[in-house]
Nanobody, 116 residues
Framework: QVQLAESGGGLVQAGGSLRLSCTAS????????MGWYRQAPGNQRELVAS???????NYADSVKGRFTISKDNADNTLYLQMNSLKPEDTAVYYC??????????WGQGTQVTVSS
């Protein structure tokens, strides 16, 4: 069974940085488009960054220029480098496949809290 695991979240002040990591069983990141999603309290889960099989990246307008998605195919690890964090970035962050309406089972996510 697929199992996604996110880590690296924490409590930071506005303007600070965090680096999130994601690993998975039964998903090879080299052969899938992967993305970072986030869900703030009372809001829908949204895709904030994605990276294609070949390494092309896309970002939501809200994080463009501040977040960087990357992956290490050798270790099958997905990363999200988050800089210049804002209070509105506060959310639980998840990783998953980006494949239309298909998703692997969601992991627990990692909490990111940005104080003002």
């Amino acid at each position: 069974q697929v199992q996604l695991a996110e880590s690296g979240g924490g409590l930071v002040q506005a303007g600070g940085s965090l680096r999130l990591s994601c690993t998975a069983s039964r998903i090879t990141f080299r052969f899938n488009v992967m993305g970072w999603y986030r869900q703030a309290p009372g809001n829908q889960r949204e895709l904030v960054a994605s990276i294609t099989n070949g390494g092309a990246t896309n970002y939501a307008d809200s994080v463009k220029g501040r977040f960087t998605i990357s992956k290490d195919n050798a270790d099958n690890t997905l990363y999200l480098q988050m800089n210049s964090l804002k209070p509105e970035d506060t959310a639980v962050y998840y990783c998953n496949i980006v494949r239309g309406n298909f998703f692997a089972p969601w992991g627990q996510g990692t909490q990111v809290t940005v104080s003002s």
